[in-house]
Every structure is written in structure tokens, then in C-alpha cells.
């Protein structure tokens, strides 16, 4: 593998204006990159030998609507417990996240070179929008496909962008955190009318295990193995 | 009467969703002139459960079993990927034993993989005794599943830390029915009378001999070069830009595999070859799967001539990730408090994130995971091998014949629990 910091240096010395934040984390090189540079940082990482970039591993969107909300305080003694199955909305610590909601995360390999990058580029809240990557990498089609199905991000310039997973005819973006994990529709056979009908679920989300937070740092510094 | 000619339209049909060389549930929509293939527009999804966004609503342990039914004939390798991500975050790694039984299941998981592809691309091509063949194999493959983790299939053996529990000293033996009698038991128990290692051991000693098999039956038959030899080729620039890893990149030529360029877990202290193809057409494709089922034999070979001589851990002693002994726990309050909290909440990762790839045997096979420091993923994107192979689909088929279509398709190596998630 090659040395990430090398990589750091080289991408911030040249694309310092593109690139918003560098950052290396557990062995792995984030750059956060402004999204109306995207597609010229894109062409330059697979184009230029030292970094030959040629393949796109994955892309994938992140909602960070509830990015550090808790479910259940337990920071200090609690009062209250949490019993199993509790309905309705526990989010007891409010996000602190200060970015925009969406972002895109590319993961890039390099075969020549053999190391990989991330990027995130962080997408407008009202209107997802970002260039589309399909004429620099084709594997691109699919993956921008998904991020639009499940994110509802849009992507400008995909040649085709439909949605992919999800039932013909579905209506919204499941894997945005405000979209209930029961969903919105259920489908049975209905034997009266002897078709499938489509009707508004018929349950009522709970929290099984409530989500909890700790800072305290456990496990820094526990490196165990052989 | 009128002299123009009719107008001749390009025919659009369905392909699926049930067909038998569908593979599951995939709906392909080929456009075809005549008998050749102009455009194919596979649809995907029909198994979508939206496993990733499961996993966001539960904690990180609970989602090892959902792991098993992605690809759900690859299902440690699953496992592998994810606890390997677990494990970039919290930092740790595990004992050295826990990563040679890891590697040990991760190829038997590889032959298990190839050997029902082998089956079921014969099958399509029209070679029906294959399958029964690699059945037969993989039966004895899934009894080590079986031995290890009490499951055939959906082991949920692998842990952030090691594994579940060490191998066996004793393989479970058939017993005896009204309709099996004492000799016919023992013949099958002949191999069962040792450790699971020594089972292993049996069957790597038999299974080369197996693959020669298959061999003589299909790599200079006719019919088959005839039905794979130029279908569906790939090159090498093609098969980056399209995102294609695993077999399908080697297939065409390109020397990559993770075992060897990235290597995790204890492959580079293991000798193997990577086979590597030169057209990029399906019968490349196939002869280097079959190479690889050797090279998988000689690696768990490696691993029980290992295994046998070191023994030792094969958890992480971190309590604040492995649960405590259960006998430890009928005498220590603080082995109850750390069982007790690992079971309801779980535990917790520290912020950031990981994105961790393992070589799968379909291709790279890669975890994304953004933690916010809760008991529970907050973002968790699976990176299926098969995805962008299948989306490479429309260009590999574009000009062939309807019957290529299920060539390349199987060639490709597809399943849907790992697509559509």
C-alpha cells in the first residue's frame, strides 16, 4: 500500500482550492471536496499517473439528519428506564451536525498505484443535486441510480437516472433517516377482490433497543490481539 | 396493394423474473433484432429489504446474522467483511488462531461459492451432471459449517474480536434409522471419527481429485468451448472502469487480488497463485474460478497444518467487546455487568468511519460504516461485488445470441441476496 500522507500531501499541494477538508483516519485518506469541483478532481485522480484512480469502487449517500441523536440519555444515572417496544419519537439529544444534510462518498481504488481515497462531497439541503460521475467512471450508472433511489439525490448528467431498487411506482426515499423503517404501504392479496392492494401500513414503529451514545472513550488505546 | 415494405421493429421481451437462469429474481428486459441481443435493461431489486437501513435500527452484533443472507452462498466471506469494519474502528484485532480459522472458512466459503456457480453455469449451458457433482462436495463442506456453528448455512459464527467458539474436537456423526442401517453408517462415519480438522483434512486430500473431474468433463468439451470460448469478452480498461473485481477482472487479465495486494487477516503468510486469465471471454472466466478452487484446497491445507499445531484463543480477553465466560459469570459481578450491558445495549464504536474490503469470492466485497459512537451503526453501505458486474451486463451481451445472454449472465457469477440487499 502506499503512503497515505504522501498522497495527502500531493492532493492538497495540487488541489488545495478543490478540497475542503483532508483527513486521514483508521489507515483510510477523506478528502471533502467542494461539489462544483467535483468532476475536475474526479478527472485529475484518474488521469494523472500518480494517482490512476481508474476504478470506482463504490458510491454511496449519507443522510446526517440525526448524526449524534440519542435515543436514551444515560450519560450520568438515569431515572427512567426504557422498556422494549416503545413507540414514538425518543430522540432525547438533538444533532449537532453543523454541515449540510447529504452528502456523497465516493471510494476510489487505484490498481497501478494500489491505494484507495474517499471523497464526500456535501450536497445543497433543498435541492440534492450533484454532477454525475458516469462519463469518468461507467460503474458510476448504477451506484448514482441507488444514491437517487434510496436518497433521493439527484444526479446532473446521468444518462438515466431511475430508480432501481425499490417497487415500481414507490413514492419517497426510504433510506433518509426521517423515512419510518415499517415504511409508509403495506401489500397483501386481497381474496374479496382477488388482486394485490396497496394500503397505509397497519403498524406502528418501536424501538426495540434504544440507540445510546458514549463518549467515554473505552476503547482507545486497547490494542490486544496475538 | 401498396409496394412499401412493412416496417420490421426490434422485439422487446421479459427475461424472468422466474426463470430458471435467472438466478433468483432478476427481470432482464432484452431488446433483440431478429435472434441477436441489441440492448438488455436488467431490473433489479425484487429481493430488496433494505438491509442497510435494518442494521441502523439495531446494534452492531445483531446484524452478523443479516450478513449471512446477502450473498447467501458466500456467507462467512459476508460475515468476514463486516466484523473486519467493526474491527477498523474499534481498533483491534484478533488472536492470531481466530485469524487462521477465519481464513480457513473464508476458502472453504470460496469453494462452497464456486462449486454451486460451477453447478449451476453447467446447468445453464446444459451440462446437468455437474450439479449433482458439486453437490455432492458441498455437502461435506456444509457439515463443517454445520460442526462449527450448529447452522448449514447462516452460520453467524464470525465476532468483532474472533470468532464464536473454537473448532470441535469431535465431528457430529450419522446415527443409525430404520432406514439406514449400522454398516451403511459406518461407511459414512469413516471420515467423521476425528476432530473437524481431520474432516477437513479428509476431504482436501479428496477434493483435487474432484476438480479434475469437472475438468474432464468440461474444459476440452466441445459443446462447452463452443458455448463460452469469445462470449462475452472483457478487457482489461473495460473491466476497471466498469468496477469489475474478483474472477471477472482476473478473468480478463488483470493480476489483482486483495489476498495478495492488501492482504488481511494471515494471507501473506500463506503461499498461493492468483490465476489469472487472458481473453476476458466466460471460458476464462471459468477456468480461472476452477483454479481458484485449487489454490483455495492448498490454502486450507495451510490453515489445518496450522490450526493443529498452535493452539490458543480465539477471542479477544476485552470484555467491553467479548462476552465474559459464562463460568466466570457465576462468580465475578463485574462479568455480569459486562454480559448484562453487552446483551441489552450492545456495544458501542467510536465515532468515524471504516471502510474495509475483503476479497469475496464474487469480487471485492466492501463495508462502509459511519458510527456517530452509539450502540448502533448510524450509516452502513455494503459495497455486494455482484453489483457492478451485473450492471456491466447490457455491454458484455450487447450482439450475442438470446442462448449467450445465459452464458455470460451465469459466467458473471450472480446472486441477488448481495444486489439488491
Known amino acids: 500500500m502506499a503512503d497515505l500522507h504522501f498522497l495527502q500531501e500531493e492532493t492538497n499541494k495540487n488541489f488545495g482550492d478543490w478540497i475542503q477538508r483532508s483527513e486521514i483516519a483508521n489507515d483510510e485518506l477523506t478528502l471533502e471536496v467542494d461539489r462544483h469541483f467535483l468532476r475536475n478532481l ?162 406502528e414503529p418501536r424501538i426495540l433497543e434504544p440507540k445510546v451514545i458514549r463518549h467515554d472513550n473505552r476503547y482507545t488505546g486497547e490494542k490486544s490481539g496475538d | 396493394m401498396t409496394d ?91 488472536p492470531v488462531r481466530a485469524r ?34 458439486a453437490f455432492r462436495e458441498r455437502e461435506d463442506l456444509l457439515d463443517c459449517y454445520e460442526a462449527v456453528s450448529g447452522s448449514r448455512m447462516h452460520a453467524t459464527y464470525y465476532r468483532p474480536g474472533g470468532v464464536y467458539r473454537d473448532l470441535p474436537d469431535k465431528m457430529p456423526q450419522y446415527k443409525p434409522s430404520p432406514w439406514h442401517n449400522q454398516k451403511e453408517v459406518a461407511r459414512w462415519n469413516a471420515n467423521r471419527e476425528g476432530s473437524l480438522l481431520d474432516f477437513i483434512w479428509d476431504f482436501t486430500e479428496r477434493f483435487p481429485k474432484h476438480v479434475d473431474e469437472y475438468e474432464t468433463l468440461l474444459t476440452d468439451n466441445r459443446i462447452w468451448k463452443q458455448r463460452t470460448v469469445g462470449i462475452g469478452v472483457l478487457t482489461p480498461e473495460r473491466a476497471m472502469a466498469l468496477g469489475c473485481t474478483g474472477p471477472i477482472l482476473r478473468g480478463s487479465g488483470v493480476a489483482w487480488d486483495l489476498r495478495k495486494k492488501q492482504p488481511y487477516e494471515v494471507y501473506d503468510q500463506l503461499d498461493f497463485d492468483i490465476p489469472v486469465g487472458k481473453t476476458g471471454d466466460c471460458y476464462d472466466r471459468y477456468l480461472v474460478r476452477m483454479e481458484e478452487l485449487r489454490q483455495s484446497n492448498h490454502l486450507i491445507r495451510q490453515c489445518v497444518e496450522w490450526l493443529r499445531k498452535n493452539p490458543g484463543p480465539v477471542m479477544i480477553e476485552d470484555n467491553k467487546i467479548a462476552p465474559p465466560k459464562r463460568t466466570d459469570m ?57 453489483f457492478p458486474h451485473l450492471a456491466a451486463l447490457d455491454e458484455l451481451i450487447r450482439g450475442h445470441m438470446i442462448a449467450d445472454v445465459v452464458a455470460v449472465l451465469s459466467s458473471l457469477d450472480i446472486v441477488f441476496g448481495e444486489i439488491d440487499r
Open chain 2, 4 to 94: 412499401k415494405l412493412p416496417e420490421i421493429r426490434n422485439y422487446v421481451f421479459n427475461f424472468g423474473p422466474q426463470h430458471p437462469a435467472a438466478h433468483g429474481v432478476l427481470r432482464l428486459i432484452l431488446e433483440v433484432d431478429g435472434e441477436t441481443v441489441v440492448k438488455a435493461d436488467p431490473h433489479v431489486g425484487l429481493l430488496h429489504r433494505a438491509t442497510e437501513k435494518l442494521a441502523e435500527s439495531k446494534p452492531y452484533i445483531h446484524t452478523i446474522g443479516y450478513m449471512d443472507r446477502l450473498d447467501y452462498v458466500s456467507m462467512m466471506c459476508n460475515e468476514h467483511g463486516y466484523v473486519l469494519a467493526m474491527e477498523k474502528l474499534l481498533g483491534i484485532a484478533a
Open chain 2, 330 to 386: 457465576k462468580v465475578s459481578m463485574e462479568a455480569m455487568i459486562h454480559h448484562f450491558k453487552l446483551m441489552t445495549e450492545g456495544l458501542c464504536l467510536p465515532q468515524g468511519e471504516a471502510y474495509a474490503a475483503i476479497e469475496h469470492p464474487k469480487g471485492e466485497f466492501g463495508v462502509y460504516l459511519v458510527s456517530d459512537g452509539a450502540n448502533k451503526p448510524y450509516r452502513m453501505k455494503i459495497r455486494a461485488a455482484g
Open chain 2, 100 to 133: 487462521y480459522i477465519r481464513v480457513m472458512f473464508d476458502e472453504i466459503t470460496r469453494i462452497l461459492n464456486h462449486l454451486l456457480w460451477l453447478g449451476a453455469h453447467a446447468l445453464d449451458i446444459g451440462a446437468m451432471t455437474l450439479l449433482l457433482y
Open chain 1, 42 to 203: 474526479c478527472f485529475m485522480l484518474r488521469d494523472k499517473p500518480k494517482y490512476a484512480f481508474q476504478t470506482l469502487i463504490d458510491v454511496c449517500g449519507v443522510d446526517y439528519l440525526q448524526y449524534g441523536c440519542s435515543e436514551w440519555q444515560t450519560e450520568s444515572t438515569t431515572r427512567t428506564g426504557f422498556g422494549r417496544g416503545m413507540k414514538g419519537d425518543f430522540s432525547e439529544v438533538a444533532s449537532q451536525w453543523t454541515k449540510p444534510r447529504f452528502a456523497v462518498v465516493y471510494h476510489l481504488l487505484s490498481l497501478e498505484n494500489n491505494h484507495r481515497i474517499r471523497l464526500r462531497a456535501f450536497v445543497d439541503d433543498e435541492q440534492p443535486a450533484l454532477d454525475s460521475v458516469v462519463d469518468i467512471w461507467p460503474a458510476a450508472n448504477w451506484f448514482e441510480r441507488e444514491a437517487f433511489d434510496l436518497f433521493g439525490i439527484l444526479f446532473k448528467g446521468h444518462p438515466d437516472l431511475r430508480r432501481i431498487l425499490t417497487d415500481y411506482g414507490f413514492i419517497g426515499h426510504p433510506f433518509r433517516k426521517d423515512f419510518p423503517l415499517i415504511g409508509n404501504i403495506e401489500v397483501r392479496y386481497d381474496a374479496k377482490l382477488k388482486r394485490v392492494v396497496y394500503e397505509p401500513v397497519s403498524i
